[in-house]
């Protein structure tokens, strides 16, 4: 097993990753579970796999689970979901010092984790990532939110979990498109900041992929020590660290608000995208060289993630695309701070960028 201690002045917690944990999820949660019903959010799908092992789990220990179940999807990140699950919390008599459990992917683990920011001033949670990309990301580091109209994650919190169980076993049942889209922000990781991960998953991204447990591991467990590391050193994105993992990100949301938060394009998805248009929008302020751009979308494109815009058929302009951006919460003072590269491996915040100029180069990817 693979432990890692996310530091945080009195609200540090760890992130333990292996085969099996949900078998023992009682005695792994140990205190935090202190009442004998434990209330815990999921979607349709994930309980179609993992409800029956998780309430047998918690039974052998005498506790009783009791759910809520939301429909799958980006949906579920919106006002409605989120009074359905406060609204529910309460009856349930959730106290403060209580621990909700988010069984799920990043849209469980953030809507969730939002309630939990807000129930009664704020009450415990407790992190069962079951997507790679919930596991590699959205479990860690305690950004939680649900979306608006106007944009990604506009309405949040910051709220830490008090503990992630990332069990690698319940990646067994996530479909192969969905492995892929968590794929991409394992590659943000060493796009980002590791160039030697890099080169280790053109190596081994098949096999990871492929589930294979000693790769599966070592990518995850990178890929948590990257972010536990960047989450200690800048929490609540102030000083810029936080924001080099937003890499890709502007441009993604940007296109997951054009296709309507929908299955045309997950997360994942625009995030692979994002960070093949981040590269090569360094490339065209000669920042990186044009090869680098090119090993970035390759690496994207050798697990068959989607590397160019056009294939999306989208129906609008580079103009557009960018007014997506002009919500983004690293916006400061009416400019737009966007994270380029000066390598691979060497990510950082550009604050001198104009959107009309990366309208000009949409305009030129969209071709
Ligand atoms: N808070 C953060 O730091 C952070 C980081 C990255 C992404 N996010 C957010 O996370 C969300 C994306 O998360 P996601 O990609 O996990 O999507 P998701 O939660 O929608 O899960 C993807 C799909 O897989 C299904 N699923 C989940 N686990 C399964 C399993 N083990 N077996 C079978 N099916 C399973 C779900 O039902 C869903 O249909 C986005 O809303 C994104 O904004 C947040
Ligand atoms: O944890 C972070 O910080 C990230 O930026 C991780 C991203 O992968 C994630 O998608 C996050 O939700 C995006 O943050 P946002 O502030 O742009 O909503
Ligand atoms: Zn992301």
Redo the contacts with the bound molecule.
């Keep these: 097993m693979a432990v890692i201690p996310v530091e945080l002045a009195g609200r540090s917690y760890e992130v333990r990753i292996a085969r099996g944990l949900l078998d023992n999820l009682a005695s792994e949660c140990g205190e935090l579970l202190r009442k004998d019903r434990v209330p815990i959010v999921t979607?349709v799908?994930?309980a179609r796999?993992?409800r029956e092992p998780v309430e047998s789990a918690l039974a052998r220990a005498d506790k009783e689970a009791v759910w809520h179940v939301v429909d799958?999807?980006?949906g579920a990140?919106s006002w409605q979901g989120l009074e359905r699950l406060i609204d529910w919390l309460l009856e349930q008599g959730v106290e403060r010092g209580d621990h909700v459990i988010a069984l799920?992917?990043?849209?469980?683990?953030?809507l969730t984790g939002f309630a939990c920011a807000v129930l009664k001033r704020g009450c415990g949670f407790i992190q069962l990532p079951?997507?790679l990309?919930?596991q590699v990301?959205?479990s860690v580091?305690g950004?939680?939110a649900i979306n608006a109209g106007a944009g990604?994650?506009l309405i949040g919190a910051f709220h830490q979990p008090s503990l992630v169980l990332a069990d690698l076993t319940?990646?067994d049942?996530?479909?192969d498109r969905?492995m892929r889209?968590?794929y991409a922000?394992v590659i943000k990781y060493g796009v980002l900041g590791d160039s030697a991960f890099f080169d280790w998953l053109a190596g081994h991204g098949k096999s990871v992929l492929a589930r294979e447990s000693e790769a599966l591991e070592h990518a995850v467990a990178t890929s948590v020590a990257a972010k536990a590391r960047i989450v200690a050193e800048d929490e609540r994105e102030t000083s810029g660290t936080r924001a080099l993992l937003n890499l890709g990100h502007t441009f993604g949301h940007a296109l997951e608000a054009e296709t309507g938060f929908s299955d045309r394009l997950?997360?994942?998805e625009g995030v692979a995208l994002g960070m093949v248009l981040a590269a090569r929008y360094s490339a065209r302020r000669n920042l990186i060289s044009d090869s680098d751009a090119d090993r970035v979308a390759g690496a994207i494109a050798a697990v068959g993630l989607p590397t160019e815009i056009r294939t999306l058929d989208l129906d609008c302009d580079g103009r557009k695309l960018a007014d997506h951006m002009l919500h983004d919460k690293k916006m400061d003072g009416g400019t737009l701070p966007f994270i380029l590269l000066r390598g691979i491996g060497d990510a950082f915040m550009a604050r001198d960028v104009e959107l009309a100029d990366v309208a000009e180069f949409l305009d030129e990817q969209l071709g």
């Design positions: 979607d799908n994930v796999h993992w799958p999807g980006e990140k799920g992917g990043g849209v469980i683990g953030d079951t997507t990309l919930a990301d959205s580091g950004k939680t990604k994650n319940t990646l049942t996530l479909p969905e889209a968590g922000e997950l997360h994942g």
